[in-house]
């Protein structure tokens, strides 16, 4: 199957910089979308910024101008470049990917990192 690791977070201040990085592991015929997701205590998870192999991205409205995602299709790996953090940036942050597997042809599926944990506070 297929694995995200993922690498990156920990603790910032406000203002600060932070890179996400990952990278998917496994038979994978071809990744059609890999992006970011966060979790917040007691909130839903919701959509950072998504990457798609057309080379469209997609991005919450509360990071524009302030993340950054980007893709290696060689590696399989996407990132996400976070500045200027803000408090409410804190959260889980799950990479995740919609990958075409090998077998049967055609099947694809998504999958999810563990999270990573992203702090921001003075």
């Known amino acids: 199957q297929v694995q995200l690791v993922e690498s990156g977070g920990g603790l910032a201040q406000p203002g600060g910089t932070l890179r996400l990085s990952c990278t998917a592991q496994?038979?994978?015929?071809?990744?059609?979308?890999m992006g970011w997701y966060r979790q917040a205590p007691g909130k839903e998870r919701e959509m950072v910024a998504t990457l798609h192999n057309a080379g469209f991205v997609n991005s919450a409205d509360s990071v524009k101008g302030r993340f950054t995602i980007s893709g290696d299709n060689a590696k399989n790996r996407v990132d996400l470049q976070m500045d200027n953090l803000k408090p409410e940036d804190t959260a889980v942050y799950y990479c995740t990917a919609f990958v075409e597997l090998p077998h049967p042809p055609g099947l694809t599926r998504s999958f999810w990192g563990q999270g990573t944990q992203v702090t921001v506070s003075s």
């Open positions: 496994g038979s994978i015929v071809r990744i059609n979308m």
